[in-house]
C-alpha cells in the first residue's frame, strides 16, 4: 500500500511537470544554506522531469580528487570559488538541467547574474536550529568543521555562526524565483510544493 501511494505521487508530480517540459526553461537552480536539502530534492526532480541532475560541490571534489574541506586547506577559499564559477558559466548552457548549488555559490554578484539569466532558481529555507541538527556531525564542511571537531562546543557556538553566515548570505537566497521552507515537510511534499510552484513562476 505504502508504494502504491508513492507511485501516485510520482505521477501527480509527474504531470504537474508536463507543462514544464514543453516551456523554454533549460534549467533549475536549487539554492539555499548547507543541509537544506539540495542533493536529495535535486535527484528526484530530476528523475520526474527526465532531466539531468548535477551537484556542484560533488563535481569540484572529482575535477580535484579533493574533499571541498581538503580544497580549502590546501588550495584556499579563492581558489574554491573561481573553479565553482567556471563551472557555473558552463553548466549555464546545459539543457534540461537540475543544478544543486553549494551554500556560498549564490552570495556572489557574479554567480547571481549567470543563475538569473539562465533559468529559475528555488531557495530551501531551513531555521538555524534545524541547520544545527543536521550539520552537528559533519566534518565536510568547511566552515563548521573546527566545531564539530572541538570537544567543548555547544549548540549555540554552531547557531551563532549559523546566524552570522545566513545574514551575509540570505539577502542573495532570497533573490530567488521560489522559496520553500523545508523544516517542517517531508521530502515528498517538499518535492510536491515545489513541483507546482516551479509550474507557476515558468508559465507565469
Known amino acids: 500500500m505504502k508504494n502504491f501511494f508513492k507511485?501516485?505521487?510520482?505521477v501527480i508530480i509527474a504531470d504537474i511537470f508536463k507543462e514544464i517540459m514543453e516551456t523554454q526553461i533549460?534549467?533549475?537552480y536549487l539554492?539555499?544554506?548547507?543541509?537544506?536539502?539540495?542533493?536529495t530534492i535535486g535527484p528526484i526532480l530530476a528523475n520526474?522531469?527526465?532531466?539531468?541532475?548535477?551537484?556542484?560541490d560533488r563535481i569540484i571534489e572529482e575535477k580535484e580528487d579533493k574533499t571541498v574541506v581538503e580544497i580549502f586547506e590546501s588550495e584556499g577559499e579563492e581558489?574554491?570559488?573561481n573553479m565553482e564559477h567556471d563551472f557555473l558559466i558552463r553548466f549555464s548552457?546545459?539543457?534540461?538541467?537540475?543544478l544543486s548549488l553549494g551554500g556560498g555559490t549564490i552570495a556572489f554578484?557574479?554567480?547571481?547574474?549567470?543563475?538569473?539569466?539562465s533559468g529559475k532558481i528555488v531557495y530551501l529555507k531551513s531555521s538555524p536550529e534545524m541547520i544545527y541538527q543536521r550539520i552537528k556531525n559533519k566534518i565536510d564542511r568547511p566552515i563548521f568543521r573546527d566545531l564539530v571537531l572541538a570537544e567543548n562546543s555547544k549548540p549555540q557556538d554552531f547557531i551563532d555562526r549559523i546566524e552570522k553566515y545566513l545574514k551575509m548570505r540570505e539577502p542573495y537566497y532570497l533573490k530567488a524565483d521560489i522559496h520553500i521552507d523545508t523544516d517542517?515537510?517531508?521530502?515528498?511534499?517538499t518535492v510536491d510544493k515545489l513541483a507546482k510552484l516551479l509550474s507557476r513562476v515558468i508559465n507565469g
Not at 539554492?31 to 542533493?39: H, I
Not at 520526474?48 to 556542484?56: E, P, Q, S, T
Open 7 to 10: 507511485f501516485i505521487n510520482m
Open 26 to 28: 533549460e534549467r533549475v
Open 31 to 39: 539554492s539555499g544554506f548547507m543541509t537544506s536539502g539540495k542533493s
Open 48 to 56: 520526474v522531469l527526465g532531466w539531468k541532475f548535477i551537484d556542484l
Open 79 to 81: 581558489y574554491f570559488r
Open 93 to 98: 548552457n546545459e539543457k534540461k538541467l537540475i
Open 109 to 117: 554578484d557574479r554567480n547571481l547574474k549567470i543563475l538569473k539569466s
Open 184 to 189: 517542517q515537510s517531508s521530502i515528498g511534499v
